[in-house]
C-alpha cells in the first residue's frame, strides 16, 4: 500500500499487516453499520407502508453471534499483537549495541568503538541493531517511521529499541514527543550502509574508546582517589562489578546494570551498597550523560578484582 511509508527494517512489514487487518476489520464492522443504518432509515421513513409492529424481543442466536465472533477476533487481535510486541521488546544476543543522548534539541549517538555523531545514525544493512538511550534533560521520543519503531528516551533511564534495517538509505529520524520550542527542529538522518561499508566508517576517524576516555574521568573526577585499589579509602573496588549482584546497606540486593550504575554515580545516596559509610559525592547535574556513558564503558572493561585485593573486599562478591 502506497499510502504507507516505505518498509525499511524487519518490523515495518509486520507491523504494517497488522495495520492493515485492523483497519480492514474496523472498515467491515462501520460499512455494515452505515448500510444497516441507511436501509433502516429509507425503509422506516414517515409515510412509509412498512410493518411497525416490532417483531421478536429476543433471540438467543443473534445475541450469542455478535458476542461471541468479536470476542474470538478481538482475541485473535490480541494474541497477534503480544507476539508482535514480544518480538519489538527482545533484541537479539548479537546486536550491536549503539548508545543514544537526546537532549534539547538534538540526537548524539556514540558507536561501540567511540565515534561519535550528531543528528545522524549510521547502521549497518541487515544487522541488529540495538539502541540504549537516555536523556540529558526532559523526555524525547525517537521515532523513524520507515522502520516503525517509536521509543521514549527518559532522563534518569536507559530505555531501549532494536530493529534491522533492512533498505539502503537515508530515512528520517524525529523526535515524537514535545520537548520545548525547538522540538520542531530535532530531526536527524539514519543512514543504511552496508556492513562493510559501516565498519570503514567506523575507524574512518580516530576516536579514543569509551572505556579509555572513561579512566580519564575517572581520574578527573575524582572518582580514582576512592576507588583505586590501595587508594586508602573504604570505598568499593569496581573491578568486575557489572552484571554481578549487589547488596545494599538496607538488606536488598541489585543486578548492577546499565540504571545501576548510573545511579550509583549520579544519586549514590539512593543505594548505598552494605558494609560502606555514604561518603560519595553526589555528582547530579555535574557529569553529563556522554561522560556518565564513558565511565560506565571504563568500569565495564574492569576485569575482575586484580589478584592481591586490599583488604576490605567487596563483600557481596
Ligand atoms: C569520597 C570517595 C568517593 C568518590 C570521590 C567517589 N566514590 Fe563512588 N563510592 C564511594 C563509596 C564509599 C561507595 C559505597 C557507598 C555507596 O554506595 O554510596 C561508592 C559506590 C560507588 C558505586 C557502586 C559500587 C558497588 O560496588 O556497587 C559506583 C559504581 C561508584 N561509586 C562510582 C563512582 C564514580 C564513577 C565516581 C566518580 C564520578 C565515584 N564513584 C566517586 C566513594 C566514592
Ligand atoms: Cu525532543
Request: with cysteine; aromatic share 10%.
Amino acid at each position: 500500500m502506497s499510502i504507507q511509508p516505505p518498509e525499511a527494517s524487519n518490523f515495518a512489514v509486520p507491523i504494517d499487516r497488522m495495520f492493515d487487518a485492523m483497519l480492514l476489520l474496523c472498515g467491515a464492522v462501520a460499512v455494515g453499520v452505515f448500510v444497516a443504518m441507511i436501509w433502516l432509515c429509507i425503509k422506516y421513513r414517515r409515510g412509509s407502508k412498512a410493518n411497525r409492529e416490532g417483531g421478536a424481543r429476543q433471540n438467543l442466536a443473534v445475541e450469542l453471534s455478535w458476542t461471541l465472533i468479536p470476542f474470538v477476533l478481538f482475541c485473535g487481535i490480541f494474541a497477534w499483537s503480544i507476539d508482535l510486541w514480544t518480538t519489538l521488546r527482545s533484541p537479539p544476543a548479537n546486536a550491536l549495541p549503539i548508545y543514544i543522548i537526546a537532549k534539547q534539541w538534538m540526537w548524539k549517538v556514540q558507536h561501540a568503538n567511540g565515534r561519535r555523531e550528531i543528528d545522524t545514525l549510521h547502521v549497518p544493512l541487515g544487522e541488529p541493531v540495538r539502541l540504549i538511550m537516555t536523556s540529558q534533560d526532559v523526555i524525547h521520543s525517537f521515532y523513524v517511521p520507515d522502520f516503525r519503531v517509536k521509543q521514549d528516551v527518559v532522563p534518569g533511564r536507559y530505555t531501549a529499541l532494536w530493529f534491522i534495517a533492512t533498505k539502503l538509505g537515508e530515512f528520517p529520524l524525529f523526535c515524537s514527543e514535545f520537548c520545548g520550542t525547538g522540538h520542531a527542529a530535532m530531526i536527524g538522518t539514519v543512514e543504511v550502509v552496508s556492513p562493510a561499508d559501516y565498519r570503514k566508517w567506523l575507524q574512518a576517524k580516530p576516536t579514543l574508546a569509551p572505556a579509555v576516555v572513561g579512566r580519564k574521568l575517572f581520574e578527573q573526577f575524582g572518582c580514582s582517589g576512592c576507588h583505586d585499589p590501595h587508594s586508602g579509602i573504604h570505598a568499593p573496588d569496581l573491578h568486575g562489578l557489572y552484571g554481578t549482584q549487589v547488596r545494599l546497606a538496607d538488606g536488598s540486593a541489585v543486578v548492577a546494570d546499565n540504571r545501576y550504575l548510573h545511579d550509583s554515580i549520579v544519586l549514590p545516596s539512593t543505594q548505598i551498597v552494605a558494609g560502606y559509610a555514604p561518603i560519595m559525592p553526589v555528582y547530579e547535574g555535574r557529569i553529563d550523560e556522554e561522560d556518565i556513558l564513558s565511565l560506565m564503558a571504563y568500569i565495564k572493561s574492569l576485569g575482575p578484582q586484580p589478584a592481591a585485593p586490599k583488604g576490605d573486599v567487596h563483600e557481596q562478591r
